[in-house]
């Protein structure tokens, strides 16, 4: 298998502030990986890919100047709210895509609680 | 654009029964992915079971089992023997193998309850 990390599990913030959200691939190399908003009782909802070196593609509806996304390295993608406000509050999954041996899979993160004040 | 459907928003099973969920998808490909996760009340997604659209036989993974049918665009899960730590969401998940789109395109979920 493959691990993937967030960090945070959960964050309070006031409402106006930012808040970063990191993605890891702890144990293998994720040349994309994929931010997904979670409602209670809901599906995953995709927000974003995000391309190692190059800019993130967004799905239709979702502000890529509030939700910025920084795919810096092969192992880490980064999820920032901007000037957050209560109708941000929602669990934030990120997956990351794993190609090796001829597999092609996508393994998550264990979410982040975003709750803003 | 590709659309996955779970029309059984919850189902409940005694424990040690068998269970089957249901799963239809809308798409114009030949070849995909079709995939079921579980989340369990620790939000973490887990993988369940993945399936080849170009593979005829049904994918298996030790009491997992799916009925994949093609031409019907159907892609049920089965769970045999039904244990507590079975109670989860799952979701059933489609993606293209070509094309560059490597997303996921999920179903609504299915809350499963297992009684003991």
């Known amino acids: 298998g493959a691990v993937v990390s967030q960090h945070p599990s959960r964050v309070i913030c006031k409402s106006g502030t930012s808040v970063k959200i990191e993605c890891r691939s702890l144990d293998f190399q994720a040349t994309t990986m994929f931010w997904y908003r979670q409602f209670p009782k809901k599906s995953l909802m995709l927000m974003a890919t995000?391309?190692?070196?190059?800019?993130?593609?967004?799905e239709q509806g979702v502000e890529k100047d509030k939700f910025l996304i920084n795919h810096a390295s092969l192992t880490l993608s980064t999820l920032t709210v901007t000037s957050a406000h209560p109708e941000d509050s929602s669990f934030y999954i990120c997956?990351?895509?794993?190609?090796?041996?001829?597999?092609?899979?996508?393994?998550f993160g264990p979410g982040t609680r975003l709750t803003v004040l | 654009a590709q659309t996955v459907t779970q029309s059984q928003p919850e189902m409940s099973v005694q424990e040690a029964e068998t269970v089957t969920l249901s799963c239809t998808y809308d798409?114009?490909?030949?070849?995909?992915?079709l995939f079921w996760y579980k989340q369990p009340p620790s939000r973490q997604m887990i993988l369940v079971i993945r399936q080849e659209a170009y593979k005829q036989q049904n994918a298996t993974e030790n009491r997992f089992s799916v009925n994949f049918q093609k031409a019907a665009k159907s892609f049920s899960l089965k769970i045999s023997d039904s244990q507590l730590g079975d109670a989860a969401m799952y979701f059933c998940a489609y993606r293209r193998t070509q094309g560059g789109s490597e997303k996921l395109v999920f179903g609504k979920g299915t809350k499963l309850t297992v009684n003991p």
């Open positions: 997956s990351a895509r794993k190609r090796a041996g001829g597999s092609d899979e996508q393994f």
């Open positions: 995000s391309n190692e070196g190059s800019k993130a593609t967004y």
């Open positions: 798409t114009s490909e030949s070849d995909y992915y």
